[in-house]
């Protein structure tokens, strides 16, 4: 058995906080309210991402206003200008946050909606983004039904979606006036899951040895990516 390399005690491993600054989070609220809780998660990721040293580029999905989907409309006119300036915005980012509500145990139509425009784009910008997704509710479960239907149409699009997901429950009585959680444990909690996803973005996104280890689970055996494991 071999040990595995060690950096020195009181060192770290981590890069210098210049690199994590590169990597550029496109955090979503899925609602179009004023005031949603969503849109209160939304920004409180955005804000851990800072804290962990990535940038964040925190928007609202009132921001890409787009009609119902219309087949004769998109043949007569194109994509709605909202469709595309998301496509920029997500395209633009090395990941993508969405913060969005759950409606009747599932994906808000305003939402499926823009995903639906936006995939009728090209280049279609979900394609292998490493995606985080969080909900806000005031329920007991916290909108995590509506996530576990959010990944479908995102994972079909070539997203790859996180496994963590965080859902917040009673989310009109979570906040502090600060936009921190009133429950410290949970905060904890929610700071500690982006900060797992934002390792897996560095690894994905700056270091190419690692993004071989990801995609090539260790039991592969197909010659070609033990070929590139070894020259890693
Ligand atoms: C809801 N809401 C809701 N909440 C929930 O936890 N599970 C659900 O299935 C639903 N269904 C639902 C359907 C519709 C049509 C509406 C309008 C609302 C309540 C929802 O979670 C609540 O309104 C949140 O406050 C919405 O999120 P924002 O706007 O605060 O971000």
């Known amino acids: 058995m071999t040990d595995s390399p060690r950096a020195p005690e009181g060192t770290s491993t981590k890069p210098g906080p210049g690199i994590r600054e590169s990597l550029r989070v496109l955090v979503l609220s899925g609602s179009l309210r004023t005031g949603s809780t969503n849109s209160r998660l939304a920004a409180l990721v955005a804000s851990l991402v800072g804290r962990a040293g990535a940038t964040a580029d925190l928007a609202h999905l009132r921001d890409f206003d787009t009609p119902s989907y219309d087949g004769d409309a998109e043949t007569a006119q194109g994509p709605p200008a909202g469709a595309v300036a998301l496509r920029d915005r997500i395209e633009a980012a090395h990941a993508f946050?969405?913060?969005s509500p759950e409606?009747?145990?599932s994906v808000p139509g305003v939402v499926k909606n823009a995903i639906d425009w936006v995939s009728r784009l090209r280049p279609q910008p979900f394609k292998d983004k490493q995606t985080l997704l969080v909900s806000a509710s005031p329920s007991m479960v916290g909108g995590n039904r509506g996530l576990w239907a959010l990944r479908v149409p995102l994972e079909h699009l070539g997203a790859r979606v996180y496994p963590d997901m965080f859902s917040l429950a009673q989310a009109h009585?979570?906040?502090?006036?600060d936009?921190?959680?009133?429950?410290?444990?949970?905060?904890?909690?929610?700071a500690a899951t982006v900060s797992s996803f934002l390792d897996l973005v560095e690894a994905d996104t700056l270091y190419p040895c690692l993004q071989r280890r990801w995609y090539e689970f260790l039991g592969d055996s197909t010659s070609a990516s033990v070929t590139q494991r070894t020259e890693c």
């Open 173 to 177: 009585q979570a906040f502090t006036d």
């Open 179 to 190: 936009g921190d959680l009133i429950d410290t444990r949970l905060q904890e909690r929610l």
């Open 97 to 99: 946050v969405m913060a």
């Open 103 to 105: 409606y009747n145990a």
